[in-house]
């Protein structure tokens, strides 16, 4: 089986930096893309930033504030939250789209979620 496991979130006041880190383990073959969603009390999940194959995505409330960044060979995404503002508390989920190692099958992943809680 495949865990994702994330780390970094906490309470920070409005203009501060957060920094999550999601590590993937298990039974994986390659992983074709990874990315981070959130979700705030009564609103869906919404796509914060991801990075696939074919590049990198943002959604535009983030840009310009936060980057994500990966490294394959701890096949680990980042997510930098810089000039958090009180509208970004959410619980931030990671996924990845994984190819499993014994099948070859494609397999989305999702973390347990991380809480990030912005002060004004």
């Known amino acids: 089986q495949v865990q994702l496991v994330e780390s970094g979130g906490g309470l920070v006041q409005a203009g501060g930096s957060l920094r999550l880190s999601c590590a993937a383990s298990?039974?994986?073959?390659?992983?074709?893309?990874m990315g981070w969603y959130r979700q705030a009390p009564g609103k869906q999940r919404e796509l914060v930033a991801a990075k696939t194959s074919g590049g990198t995505n943002y959604a535009d409330s983030v840009k310009g504030r936060f980057t994500i960044s990966r490294d394959n060979a701890k096949n680990t995404v980042y997510l930098q939250m810089d000039s958090l503002k009180p509208e970004d508390t959410a619980v931030y989920y990671c996924k990845a789209d994984v190819i499993l190692a014994a099948t070859y099958r494609y397999l989305a992943v999702w973390g347990q979620g991380t809480l990030v809680t912005v002060s004004s």
């Open positions: 298990g039974s994986i073959f390659s992983i074709n893309a």
